[in-house]
């Protein structure tokens, strides 16, 4: 049954339709003083609390209730064991989708094919230890003798996305590490800028590919590789300045890397969902193997927590087993669809205030985007509702100077997730940095939930001396609808287990949306095509020949090109 054919569905667009229209959060806040303590949820982690307060939205206790009875008419609590249990869920590609059991912190049997993964899950990480030890302690020595001092990740999509957020996430935690690189592009300045900075005799290579044939990826690898033996010049080198996160021993040794230095993962990681497995090794190698087992184990606890409702206590695990209503990745994904499939918005914007996590909207540009950007369904019918999202972001408070006027006064709904940790990595001044970033991060929400009515303004306008004509002229102007729903997510600060904690989180957020739009979240059929007609222009732009095998538009195009290549 679609989404739109559930009768819990229909029974939400009728109060829609009947409600919507007067919703207004500022009076909501105004007639109910308990709104904030009834709409929020406080989880308590090992490494400090989080709290999402989700009160300036667009809906009500029956709206919230409404959408969870959806939530389990969609069948999300079946379709979530099955993911733990192993089952082949990615069912388009014949998969199972476990990148749980890469951060299973409590070791308990994870079963794929009538075989406990576990083991090997632990062989991988007890290697990754091992080598993170040599690399980081100085025993790991380049071809001259001299120990590793940088390290840089070949690989693109999420054999980068990840890896890069959570280097830059966690830079104060990579004292004693090598500085990291990361060259994902194609476009040949990607890698000879890179390279530019760097010496051969203290560079370690991470080529990330599992098929070891991803073309971006193997030809900057190759490149790499050039210029090394430039410098080297002996091949037997190559094996002391590269290393593999790939499955495909034969190529792997083809290219010069010794496999006893080959770090696997296995197909039911998906690539996205990839930084828990080896291909997060630039990772450990930054922070440490401790600080990435920490990572893991914040992930680990957010499938496994002891949430803390404002409501009550709650003994009892988190995304697996906390009830809906108190479940952070559920309730997040509920109101993504409240938005998207009642209100049509469009776009969700991802707003961290924090620097750190200046690449934490891109990363989840892909989570969300490759995961939910689809309209067939499981059935094989095409969707007649929206899927996925347009998900951007910047960090506060740059984004307030760039794209928030259009958030305040454009014509478009923005649903907005603000983040924010409590404690700065750098508090400066006494502080006074991380409180002014703090007063703007309370205010944005503050702002766009109340507004500023006509009245208000006009005040305004008149405590500032103007009026008449004058003031009645930029009156319209400075009236602000508010009404703009968001969600604040506080945390205590960034360290390595909080950020694995809201990496699982929306993780998990994406997945509950996928299940109630019946798509599948862990295939990427639509990156295909393009990649199928490049092979083809790119043995056309090897001579001068005019080209007319294609549309006008991509011929003239080509043909421009061959031009202007001299």
């Known amino acids: 049954m679609g989404l739109t054919q559930d009768p819990n569905f229909q029974k939400l667009q009728d109060w829609y339709t009947a409600h919507a229209l007067n919703l207004n959060i500022r009076h909501m806040f105004e007639a109910d003083k308990e709104r904030f303590n009834k709409l929020n949820l406080l989880m308590k982690t090992e490494d400090g609390d989080i709290l999402l ?83 980081r302690s100085g025993e790991w020595k380049g071809f001259t003798g001299k120990a590793i001092t940088d390290v840089v990740n070949v690989g693109i999509g999420g054999s980068d996305l990840g890896p890069l957020m959570v280097t830059e996430a966690l830079k104060p935690y990579s004292k004693g590490g090598p500085r990291v690189w990361f ?37 900057n690898a190759e490149s790499a590789k050039a210029w090394f033996l430039e410098q080297a010049k002996d091949k037997s080198a190559v094996a002391k300045h590269f290393v593999a996160l790939s499955t495909n021993g034969p190529k792997v040794k083809d290219f010069g890397i010794d496999t006893e230095n080959m770090f696997e993962f296995w197909d039911w990681v998906g690539g996205r969902f990839s930084l828990w497995s080896a291909i997060g090794m630039a990772i450990a190698l ?30 009892d695990n988190h995304f697996r087993t906390a009830p809906l209503e108190q479940n952070a990745p559920v309730l997040l994904a509920l109101l993504g669809i409240w938005y998207i499939n009642f209100f049509h918005a469009e776009t969700h914007a991802m707003l961290p205030y924090d620097q750190y996590m200046h690449r934490f909207t891109a990363y989840f540009q892909q989570g969300d985007m490759e995961s939910n950007g689809k309209y067939i369904t499981k059935d094989g019918a095409r969707v007649n509702y929206h899927t996925g999202p347009i998900v951007w972001g910047e960090p506060g408070t740059n984004g307030q100077h760039a794209f928030y006027q259009l ?12 983040l924010i940790p409590a404690q700065s990595q750098h508090p400066i001044r006494d502080n006074l940095h991380h409180k002014i970033l703090l007063a703007n991060f309370l205010a944005q929400t503050e702002a766009l939930m109340k507004g500023k009515t006509t009245e208000e303004a006009k005040n305004e306008l ?19 609808q508010g009404n703009r729903p968001t969600n604040s997510i506080i945390f205590k600060k960034l360290s390595p287990y909080m950020l694995g904690a809201l990496i699982a989180m929306y993780e998990h957020k994406i997945f509950i949306q996928g299940i109630m739009w019946e798509i599948n979240s862990f295939d990427q059929w639509g990156v295909e095509l393009g990649k199928q007609l490049a092979k083809k222009i790119e043995a056309e732009l090897q001579d001068t020949a005019e080209i007319h095998s294609h549309d006008s538009s991509t011929n003239g195009l080509i043909n421009f090109l061959k031009k202007n290549f001299a």
């Open 53 to 135: 307060d989700y009160s300036k939205n667009l809906i009500t206790e029956e709206v919230m209730k409404m959408l969870i009875d959806l939530a389990k008419s969609r069948g999300i609590e079946v379709a979530r064991e099955k993911m733990f249990a192993g089952e082949k869920i990615n069912f388009t590609e014949g998969r199972s989708v476990l990148h749980v059991a890469l951060r299973n912190r409590s070791n308990t049997p994870v079963v794929v094919g009538g075989k406990d993964v576990m083991p090997d899950v632990n062989r991988v990480l007890e290697k990754m230890k091992g080598f993170c030890h040599r690399v």
């Open 183 to 219: 060259v994902s592009n194609i476009d040949g300045t990607h890698i000879t800028k890179t390279l530019a900075q760097l010496n051969a005799e203290t560079t370690l290579f991470i080529v990330a590919s599992k098929t070891f044939t991803t073309q971006e990826t193997i030809t």
């Open 286 to 315: 930054h922070i440490g193997y401790d600080n990435y087992e920490k990572l893991l184990s914040g992930a680990h606890w957010m499938a496994s927590a002891s949430p803390t409702p404002s409501v009550g206590l709650l003994d």
């Open 407 to 418: 958030i305040h006064q454009g014509t478009r709904m923005v649903p907005c997730d603000f």
């Open 462 to 480: 008149e405590a500032g001396g103007l009026s008449g004509e004058t003031l009645e002229k930029i009156l319209p102007h400075k009236v602000f």
